[in-house]
Nanobody, 119 residues
């Protein structure tokens, strides 16, 4: 079994920054594609960013491209999301998730961390 624990959420003013972290435990971290998702009240969950095991391929949603950066440290079994120039519309519960590189389905999920951006 794999456990994912997010941290780093909070309240920040528009234009500010936050760094989310996700600690992975339970099985080897290698081989997993890691992703960050978010869900705001009344909205569908959306994939914000993802990164392959090697870190060589990343994905960003158009709404965050140029402001958010995903990274991972395989030695420490962590994945991070640096969020800059935050906007009120970034307010959501942010989730860390993992999937096997051979599958499109994210099968392991964290409990989420709340990010609130005030205007």
């Amino acid at each position: 079994q794999v456990q994912l624990v997010e941290s780093g959420g909070g309240l920040v003013q528009a234009g500010g920054s936050l760094r989310l972290s996700c600690a992975v435990s339970g099985r080897t971290f290698s081989g997993y594609v890691m992703g960050w998702f978010r869900q705001a009240p009344g909205k569908e969950r959306e994939r914000v960013a993802s990164i392959t095991w090697s870190g060589g391929t990343t994905y960003y949603a158009a709404s965050v491209k140029g402001r958010f950066t995903i990274s991972r440290d395989n030695a420490k079994n962590t994945v991070s999301l640096q969020m800059n120039s935050l906007k009120p519309e970034d307010t959501a519960n942010y989730y860390c998730a993992a999937r096997f590189s051979t599958s499109r389905e994210y099968v392991y999920w964290g409990q989420g961390t709340q990010v609130t951006v005030s205007s």
